[in-house]
């Protein structure tokens, strides 16, 4: 057994010591655009989801991080209702419905719906050793990659396991570790594609784990989502423009949000100067 992993279970068990877990969420989930059933057009949820482990002993005293090693826990992440009452991890694949086509069938199709994960991307996390944005050092857990399929109100709720207790024999005859605590994300929402809103800016927290090595998508503050009324004065103030006058398809592009789905952002374009074809062809 490697030297690093009998360091953890001397830390994480002191003579006459018992150690208690909690967690806190640091960095709830705003909103997200919703996937769909597609394996490509992910979107992550926003802002990152990000979980704070704390450990006190039981006379209350807290644990110093810097003495444990946190590699034996992860925290994993599962879909609930916005109420906390149900699960929301599986829904049903609409692919999987038997199509209704107007008519009656001769074929009675025997293959139940399948279902499939609603909550897609990395779903488990392993711990790390950060400094927060106030320069305070912590374990933490980081969500970065998680998008939904479906639209709709959720929370995340987020479970700790430490692995150590299946390494060391600490669970006889178990092949899985217990829970040993749990928390729930504030409720978020997930827009369908022409209702998003569009992302928000970084936090301050994700940028000081961004520079600290963490994979975080970094963006400007203060970002909305443009439409056609955000667009440059010659499509908007100027309704009498002339078939000459073009626009630099670039700074009309850069209008819109990078991360808003290109192809809105064409059919936006595609309708404002067809209105403009029309009303030019009408003089």
């Not at 034996?72 to 209702?81: E, I, P, Q, R, S």
């Not at 086509?101 to 499939?116: H, Q, Y």
């Not at 609603?118 to 998680?146: C, P, R, W």
């Not at 005859?173 to 209702?195: M, W």
Request: with cysteine; net charge positive.
């Amino acid at each position: 057994m490697s030297s690093r992993f009998s360091n953890l279970e001397k830390l994480e068990k002191p003579p006459g010591q018992e150690i208690r877990y909690s967690l806190i969420v640091t960095q709830h989930p705003i909103r997200a655009r919703m996937c769909g059933f597609g394996e490509k057009d992910r979107r992550p949820i926003d802002p990152p989801p990000v979980v704070e482990l704390l450990m006190t002993y039981q006379d209350g005293a807290p644990v110093p991080e810097s003495s444990v090693d946190p590699s034996g826990f992860v925290v994993h992440a599962n879909l609930w209702c916005h109420k906390k009452k149900e699960e929301r991890s599986l829904v049903i694949n609409p692919s999987s419905l038997p199509s209704s086509n107007g008519g009656r069938s001769t074929v009675i199709s025997l293959n139940a719906p399948t279902s499939t994960r609603n909550l897609m991307g990395s779903t488990v996390s392993s711990a790390y050793m950060l400094k927060n944005h106030e320069g305070k050092q912590g374990i933490y857990f980081i969500f970065h990659d998680l998008s939904v399929r479906t639209e709709g109100a959720f929370t995340l709720q987020f479970s700790l396991t430490n692995i150590s207790n299946i390494l060391f024999g600490t669970c006889p005859g178990s092949t899985s570790s217990p829970v040993d605590a749990e928390v729930f994300s504030d409720p978020f929402q997930v827009f369908s594609a022409k209702k998003f809103p569009g992302m928000t800016g970084s936090t301050d927290l994700s940028i000081a784990f961004q520079k600290q090595g963490i994979k975080i998508a970094i963006r400007p503050k203060d970002r909305k989502r443009k439409t056609t009324k955000n667009l440059p004065n010659e499509l908007n103030s100027n309704p009498d423009m002339s078939d000459k006058r073009t626009i630099d398809s670039k700074q009309t592009f850069n209008y819109y949000n990078s991360d808003t789905n290109m192809n809105e952002a064409v059919e936006d374009l595609q309708d404002e100067f067809g209105k403009k074809r029309r009303l030019l062809s009408t003089r």
